[in-house]
């Protein structure tokens, strides 16, 4: 059983920046993709971005395109979301899910989900 643990939400005024970590228990060959997705009360869950453990092939929704960037590293199992220029609209509960991301944008693609971290920008 994989387990994700995020962190790093938090309360940020518009065009501020978070880091969010998610710390994986355990890659595996069935859990080959790493993907953050959001949620909030007014949307339904949508994809943020993607990262292939294996060669860091990386994926972005149009939405964050340019103002954020995911990372890993593989020496300490974890994978980052660095969120730049951040909106009003960018508030949600951030999740980190593992899977074989096929399609990457898919939750139907991540079998493994962490508990989410929230994160609030005020305009």
């Known amino acids: 059983q994989v387990q994700l643990v995020e962190s790093g939400g938090g309360s940020v005024q518009a065009g501020g920046s978070l880091r969010l970590s998610c710390v994986v228990s355990?890659?595996?060959?069935?859990?080959?993709?790493i993907g953050w997705f959001r949620q909030s009360p007014e949307k339904e869950r949508e994809e943020v971005a993607a990262?292939?453990?294996?060669?860091?092939?990386?994926q972005y929704a149009v939405p964050v395109k340019g103002r954020f960037t995911i990372s890993q590293d593989n020496a300490k199992n974890t994978v980052y979301l660095q969120m730049n220029s951040l909106r009003h609209e960018d508030s949600a509960m951030y999740y980190c899910a593992a899977g074989r991301g096929i399609p990457w944008y898919s939750s139907y693609a991540y079998a493994y989900w962490g508990q989410g971290t929230q994160v609030t920008v005020s305009s």
């Open positions: 355990e890659y595996t060959t069935s859990t080959p993709y």
């Open positions: 990262i292939s453990t294996d060669g860091g092939r990386t």
